[in-house]
């Protein structure tokens, strides 16, 4: 893949998370949320630009999200890691599982830290909309965009 090609890739999923996430702002921020864009967690699966591009767009809507530097930074960071790992992962079952663990754990603490929320239950909250969106919402889509591959990601 050329080196632009790659970062139109990762521009336009950063673009495609940033306006998933705030068109639906109400429930992609908070204690209780199903991040709808963390469905496109499925796609390092496909590209190596989704990579930077789903860490650009979890910026782009953590600074929108009000929740404070450190959700921008550590939230950001997250996703980036999740990314990362679910590009290794073995299995293709097993892509969306990164970003459920990673972001139930860092957003949990988070959360707590900069709203004073319960930790264990925030970590559950969360772990259950990462659930929702990643295995709900982003294996389907994984499926679907499996059979058009050399299509889109080529």
Same mark, same amino acid.
């Given at each position: *893949?050329?080196?632009?090609?790659?970062?139109?890739?990762?521009?336009?999923?950063?673009?495609?998370?940033?306006?998933? =996430?705030?068109? !639906?702002?109400?429930? &992609?921020?908070?204690?209780?949320?199903?991040?709808?864009?963390?469905?496109? =967690?499925?796609?390092?699966? !496909? =590209?190596?630009?989704?990579?930077?591009?789903? %860490?650009?767009?979890? #910026?782009?809507? @953590?600074?929108?999200?009000? =929740?404070?530097?450190?959700?921008?930074? !550590?939230?950001? $960071?997250?996703?980036?890691?999740?990314? !990362?790992? &679910? &590009?290794?992962?073995?299995?293709?079952? $097993?892509?969306?599982?990164?970003?459920?663990?990673?972001?139930?754990?860092?957003?949990?603490?988070?959360? @707590?830290?900069? #709203?004073?929320?319960?930790? #264990?239950?925030?970590?559950?909250?969360?772990? $259950?909309?990462?659930?929702? &969106?990643?295995?709900?919402?982003?294996?389907? #889509? *994984? $499926?679907?965009?499996?059979?058009?591959?050399?299509?889109? %990601?080529?």
């Amino acid at each position: *893949m050329s080196k632009i090609k790659y970062l139109v890739h990762a521009a336009i999923i950063a673009a495609i998370y940033v306006v998933i =996430t705030i068109i !639906f702002a109400p429930i &992609s921020y908070g204690q209780i949320q199903v991040r709808i864009s963390e469905a496109l =967690t499925v796609l390092p699966y !496909f =590209t190596p630009a989704a990579i930077p591009g789903l %860490f650009i767009g979890c #910026l782009i809507a @953590n600074i929108y999200g009000g =929740t404070g530097i450190i959700d921008i930074v !550590f939230g950001s $960071l997250a996703t980036l890691i999740a990314a !990362f790992l &679910s &590009s290794k992962m073995p299995k293709k079952y $097993l892509v969306p599982l990164p970003p459920i663990v990673i972001n139930a754990v860092v957003i949990g603490l988070i959360l @707590n830290y900069a #709203l004073g929320v319960p930790i #264990l239950i925030t970590m559950v909250w969360v772990g $259950l909309g990462q659930l929702i &969106s990643c295995y709900g919402i982003g294996y389907p #889509l *994984m $499926l679907i965009l499996e059979k058009y591959e050399n299509k889109i %990601f080529n």
